[in-house]
């Protein structure tokens, strides 16, 4: 009896009776409720699967909380949550993301690993960003000096050298240029290059969709959608975690079926989508190279090494098994396969998650030469702002149509 006490006294001190309602209340902080604390993790959408791992890790309130890219398929209400939630942390806390204005709300020290060093800097990511184009430029500037230094050092060697009178001389010289230092300049920053390949323009009007429904069992998803989307406009798909942005695009692109009404494709279209999970559109078996061999049409089989190269893939990696690449990796290779097709319609969905600061501009770069049209989904503010000219917003259950910049749908909506 005294043994069941004492076991019973120790599942109290570590909280077993409180553990129901400390995890009620951290899915209830993130947004879930009671519906769905009975539901499967497969049946939640991208942002809510996040959310999830996160729950999890919050449970469990450790000393050092790690996170790998926390922001990947959050949305705007759930990002600025974890934003205070991480400000607030009493733990230590590492983090690594892609998201600029996450990292300057959160962080105070930044590491940068780069050509096998790790350096760590002082302050938030914009701060970082100076005190690191300092360090090169105070680099470059020594290593400029450096090569004066040693240039005159060297002419004076040279003149002198046969010259009895100032053979002392020279010989110190000889030792300065030995004790001079030589400024390693650290590798430029690899950047991926692409352009996506336009197929012949399409007619006018590039899709008409109406009275459309799609409703997973008796969850319905989104229904009564109607809308013309015409040639070379570039639509944001918006909304909050879980409203069907995905299941729409997943639509448009036959990945899925709808259960009302119709879509229907203008005259020539071409589309190529891009899935909020790039694996979904790989092979995890395949290597590198087989991936895009077998997706090449003849007259592209010589590229396919070229086309690895500018999404910074080297010659060793490319007989690697998809299966073993890291996020980013795995994005930048559905990018690449991406472009053996070309196309005049982007479907593209969450197409920045896992890229870096640098390969979001160039993405972007790319998008805003792209021909065609583009329908895509991101909860990057910056990327969306400089890329679309119309918004779909997905609000209450309803698809709202908004002709014009992202700006000027935010100045328009009260929320
Ligand atoms: N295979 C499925 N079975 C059941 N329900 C699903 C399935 N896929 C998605 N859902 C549900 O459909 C709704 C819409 O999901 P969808 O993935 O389209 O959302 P989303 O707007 O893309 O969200 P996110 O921003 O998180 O990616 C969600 O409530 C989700 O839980
Ligand atoms: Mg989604």
């Known amino acids: 009896m005294k043994k069941y006490g004492d076991l019973q006294h120790e599942l109290e001190e570590n909280g077993l009776y409180e553990i129901d309602s400390k995890i009620k209340s951290i899915l209830f902080g993130l947004g879930f409720d009671e519906e769905d604390l009975n539901k ?39 990002r600025n949550w974890l934003e205070d939630f991480i400000r607030s942390y009493m733990g230590a806390v590492i983090l690594v993301s892609h998201d600029r204005f996450f990292l300057d709300a959160t962080v105070n020290r930044v590491g ?16 970082f960003e100076r005190l690191r184009q300092e360090y090169i430029d ?3 500037k020594s ?5 004066e ?23 110190s010289r000889i030792k300065m240029l030995d004790k001079i230092e030589k400024p390693i300049i650290p590798p430029k920053k690899k950047r991926i290059t692409f352009e996506f390949p336009n197929s012949k323009e399409s007619g006018l009007k590039v899709i008409e969709v109406k009275d459309f429904a799609k409703q997973y069992d008796e969850k319905i998803v989104f229904m009564d959608v109607d809308f013309t989307i015409e040639r070379g406009q570039r639509i944001a798909v918006c909304g909050k975690n879980g409203c069907g942005k995905t ?30 999970e790039p694996t979904e559109l790989l092979s995890l078996e395949n290597t590198l190279y087989d991936e895009l061999y077998q997706n090449a049409n003849f007259t592209q089989g010589e590229n396919l090494r070229n086309l690895l190269g500018a999404f910074l893939f ?28 070309p196309s005049n319609l982007l479907i593209m969905d969450e197409p920045t998650n896992h890229l870096d600061l640098e390969s979001k501009d160039i993405l972007l770069d790319a998008l805003k030469k792209y021909r065609g049209t583009i329908i895509f989904v991101s909860h990057d503010r910056y990327f969306v702002e400089n890329l679309a000219n119309r918004v779909f917003n997905f609000h209450d259950g309803e698809m709202q149509v908004f002709n014009g910049s992202y700006k000027d749908f935010l100045k328009k909506v009260e929320y």
């Open 40 to 78: 499967r993790c497969n049946e939640f959408s991208g942002g809510w699967v996040m959310r999830i791992h996160l729950a999890k890790l919050l449970l469990a309130s450790p000393e050092i909380l790690l996170l790998d890219e926390p922001t990947n398929h959050l949305d705007l209400e759930a």
């Open 112 to 127: 940068e690993l780069f050509a096998s060093d790790f350096k760590v800097y002082k302050g938030n990511y914009s701060k």
């Open 138 to 140: 105070n680099i470059y």
């Open 143 to 147: 290593a400029k000096e450096y090569d």
């Open 149 to 171: 230094k040693v240039e005159k050092h060297t002419k004076f060697i040279e003149k002198f050298r046969y010259k009895a009178t100032k053979a002392s001389q020279v010989q």
């Open 247 to 276: 299941t729409l695009l997943k639509c448009l692109s036959d990945v899925v079926d709808h259960d009302m009404g119709e879509i229907e494709f203008g005259y020539n279209v071409k589309k190529n989508y891009y899935a909020q």
């Open 314 to 341: 080297s010659n060793d990696d490319i007989y690697k098994k998809v299966k073993v690449l890291s996020g980013g990796e795995r994005a930048r290779l559905a990018l690449a396969k991406m472009l053996l097709v």
